[in-house]
């Protein structure tokens, strides 16, 4: 089943005499068995795209579909389903979570607001996510700077799960963690995702988490997609030159077999002035109609790429 799709989402931000399309006419079907990845540098929208998607950054045109519903058609009071149906997790732990609010107080917040469960019952869900989470119940009493990072951002995923959403949207959710308690987080993820058969669309510029927890990735370059596959197919071929560069920049990926390849960095800012191929400028196989023209978002067996060379 469709949960969220998106139809011709556009979103400009000006910057003194420079227009940035943040996001471009993106198309994204994300299913209810998902665990949909979205990559790419910072800087080419994601974080925008997510704002889209929760109503904190109304698009310049475009639709957003929540199961047959335009989320941007109906009024704020109309959207209690959405928001029930929809867990959100921020990357900084540090300050999504109120430092004057006990931990007991912050998970338990969104079933106040929503006037979901009695008292007793919102007790035992609490208890409940924060076992399936491994945090002990003896920490709700404690305020988040008496809690490590780990569990910080622990406490931030029982919030989003505590009213058992469809579909969990986190942004960069791991960045702030050392690997092991990223493992350690992400085992717990997939269980839970197995269990309550949830959705999940993660934001990242990790690969390396990408590729061994995602079933597809759309990847994202000033503001468009330049690639969607199932992940294994992006990992086994890349078609977008831009991906190409992604995956080879991973640490020990393929390390013997690389070649010389233009560095990632920030995107000058004759990039956003470009009508065609913003990757123009970065491409080891740009050719004329490259900057002139936009490559259209084509169809190849299960997977799609924006390039001239296909």
């Known amino acids: 089943m469709t949960l969220i799709k998106t139809f011709d ?76 149906s929809i867990g959100v ?43 399936e989470l491994g945090l002990n119940s003896d920490l709700l009493n404690l305020y988040p700077h008496q809690l490590s990072g780990g569990q910080r951002q622990r406490v931030a995923i029982a919030r989003a799960l505590i009213l058992e959403p469809e579909i969990l949207l986190a942004d960069e959710p791991l960045s702030a963690l050392d690997i092991s308690l990223q493992a350690s987080i992400l085992n717990q993820l997939m269980e839970i995702r197995d269990k309550r058969k949830l959705a999940i669309l993660m934001i990242t510029h990790d690969l390396n988490i990408v590729r061994a927890v995602s079933t597809k990735i759309a990847v994202m370059h000033l503001g468009r997609i330049v690639e969607e596959a199932p992940t294994k197919e992006i990992f086994r071929e890349p078609l977008h030159p831009y991906t190409k560069i992604l ?50 978002l084509k169809s190849l067996n299960n997977r799609k790429v924006r390039c001239f060379l296909y």
Not at 56 to 73: A, Q, S
Not at 102 to 131: D, G, M, Q, S, W
């Open 9 to 84: 989402l556009n979103k400009t931000f000006k910057l003194k005499n420079l227009k940035i399309p943040a996001v471009e006419d993106l198309n994204v079907e994300i299913n209810s068995d998902d665990f949909f990845a979205l990559v790419g540098e910072s800087g080419s929208g994601k974080s925008t795209f997510l704002k889209l998607l929760l109503r904190l950054t109304k698009p310049d045109r475009g639709r957003i579909v929540f199961k047959e519903m335009d989320i941007w058609k109906k009024a704020e009071e109309n959207l209690k389903d959405f928001y029930q």
């Open 89 to 131: 997790v921020f990357q900084d732990p540090y300050s999504s979570l109120n430092p004057r609010m006990k931990i007991y107080t912050i998970v338990e917040e969104p079933i106040k607001i929503h006037k979901k469960y009695e008292t007793k019952e919102a007790k035992l869900r609490i208890i409940k996510t924060f076992n």
């Open 247 to 296: 995956l080879d920049s991973i640490p020990g990926f393929h390390r013997r077999e690389r070649e010389k390849i233009p560095k990632i960095s920030t995107e000058d800012k004759t990039s956003w002035t470009l009508k065609g191929c913003r990757f123009y400028n970065r491409c080891s196989f740009r050719m004329k109609i490259c900057p002139e023209k936009i490559p259209p």
